[in-house]
């Protein structure tokens, strides 16, 4: 982040405290950082604290200098880098979605042509109300970067969705964002993680060995690059990243309810969940006990999710964990699922596949062509995979036919 210009928007939160924590970690980073904080914002924290910490100026006033730092505004929004409000409390979310420019922060992100990154704060009834969701729907067609808030206890003691996201985590979406640029602007994108449980009966269940760590880099990977994502996740061994929209599902067909629930006006697919093949034709309301010592299960086939896309518009990506037959067996799937490409996964080499934090693949596409690359960290396949999703969004490429 080195010379980068950060503009850092604090608003009327309890959260603003956290606020100084990113400065400090942006300033740490080598960043330029320009605060601009409403006016209740300073209700909750000095300038000064600020001030102490960027060694630069804090913006709290609008007309504070006369006309010539009017001025002066326009210019800290055209030279941001990057723009980023946390906290965002309600309120703010709704001047920035009607484009009202009567402060200091207004003023600036009407004047900027940088990505926008929003981490809201508030109570949890203000984050699910219907002018919230509105306003937080405008900003996002706008392009502008709303984090999910997290699930927390908030100051008022409710509990429930409205804390902002952790000050590390905001910093590590500011930095990915100056890193690679915001090719997903805008974007809404669907990632699915973990393996899906069939209940055998209340305590027993049918399930698979994956971590999550495939689809949790993605999802992170897609919000890093500026896209809004819907987390559609089984079981996890790692945590949900901060700022993603998580949506927590136990069997196959909830996973199948939920995605295409997720995909409604979503531009793109990533399914890196292992969702079970088959469930318990009829599961036991209560424990089966040991009995005889034998039993057997009636198996039935869940539904192909992604075969049930095929005619969903938007890029398809799959995955395919194969055990013998990589290529062949991969390829098979690129024309029964329908989809832009597949992910082709050896889950039985070494450092690859379940549970790993490096995967070795290669990219199988619709037309035909294969990419076979290096054993990396999931996070290296989670960027790649992100470059074809967004060149795919510029120039779509047609779905294989059947
Ligand atoms: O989670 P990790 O520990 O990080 O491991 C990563 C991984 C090995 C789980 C991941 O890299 C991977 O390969 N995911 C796909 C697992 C899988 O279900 O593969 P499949 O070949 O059975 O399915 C092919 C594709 O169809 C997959 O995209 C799968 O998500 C999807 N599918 C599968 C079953 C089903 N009923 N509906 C589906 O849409």
Redesign the pocket.
Known sequence: MNGRNVVLGVTGSIAAYKAVALASALVKAGALVDVVMTGAAQRFVTPLSFQAITHRPVVTDLWAGGEDLEIGHVTLGRRADVVVIAPATADTIARLAHGLAGDALGTTVLATDAPIIVAPAMEPRMWSNAATVANVAILRQRGILVLEPDVGRLASGYKGRGRMPEPDAIFDVVSGVLARGVSLRGRIVVV????TREPIDPVRFIG?????????ALAEAARDRGASVILVHGAL?VQVPAGVDARPVGT?REM?DAIHAAVEGADALI???????FRVARAADQKIKRGAGSMSLELVA??????SLASWPGVKI?????TTDLIANARS?VAA?RVHM??A?D?TAEGS????DT?E?AFIFADGRVEPRPLET?RAVADAILDVVASALQQPVEPSTP
């Not at 399914?271 to 093949?277: G, L, S, V």
């Not at 869940?302 to 075969?307: F, G, Q, T, Y």
């Not at 799959?318 to 194969?322: L, Q, R, S």
């Open positions: 699915t993680a973990g393996g698979n060995h994956s971590s999550g760590k495939m689809g949790i061994s196959t199948a399914m890196a969940a292992a969702p079970a093949d869940n539904p192909d999710i992604l075969a799959g995955f395919a964990a194969e799937k699922k597949i992910v996964n889950v596949g379940f549970g790993a995967n693949v999931k």
